[in-house]
């Protein structure tokens, strides 16, 4: 699998905002922030490029751990309740650019539905 920027930012070659941390998961702000409140939410493992590799058998507490550390950044950043939209990308057509999966915490104005 290819080197992406994510695995450069995960072993601190790279700057990035980060915003949380843990054995398993690391955040950070994205680069280019779509709203007041935007980081990105990712493993450190990097076997998974999207969601379609999900393996409910090996994966299950990861993902857990993934949407656990969303709940704590929202709280961290002041957005946990106003609201905030969690987005995977998977692919293609989602305009997925990295493929190591991530999820995107998005937050602090109004979001519009359907996404673009
Ligand atoms: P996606 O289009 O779902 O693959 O999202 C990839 C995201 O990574 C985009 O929102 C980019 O702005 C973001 N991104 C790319 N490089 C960096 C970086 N070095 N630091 C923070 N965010 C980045």
């Given at each position: 699998?290819?080197?992406t920027?994510?695995?450069?930012?995960?072993?601190?070659?790279?700057?990035?905002?980060?915003?949380?941390?843990?054995?398993?998961?690391?955040?950070?702000?994205?680069?280019?922030?779509?709203?007041?409140?935007?980081?990105?939410?990712?493993p450190?493992?990097?076997?998974?490029?999207?969601?379609?590799?999900?393996?409910?058998?090996?994966?299950?507490?990861?993902l857990?751990?993934?949407?656990?550390?969303?709940?704590t950044?929202?709280?961290?950043?002041?957005?946990?309740?106003?609201?905030?939209?969690?987005?995977?990308?998977?692919?293609?057509?989602?305009?997925?650019?990295?493929?190591?999966?991530?999820?995107?915490?998005?937050?602090?104005?109004?979001?519009?539905?359907?996404?673009?």
């Open positions: 699998m290819a080197e920027i994510f695995a450069k930012i995960i072993r601190k070659e790279i700057p990035a905002q980060i915003v949380f941390e843990s054995d398993t998961v690391i955040a950070f702000k994205d680069i280019n922030p779509q709203a007041p409140v935007h980081v990105l939410i990712i450190k493992i990097t076997e998974i490029e999207s969601a379609r590799d999900l393996d409910p058998g090996k994966h299950a507490k990861l857990g751990e993934l949407y656990d550390a969303a709940n950044i929202a709280k961290q950043l002041g957005v946990f309740e106003s609201g905030f939209r969690l987005v995977l990308n998977s692919g293609a057509d989602s305009g997925q650019e990295v493929p190591h999966i991530h999820i995107h915490l998005l937050g602090g104005r109004k979001m519009n539905w359907p996404p673009g």
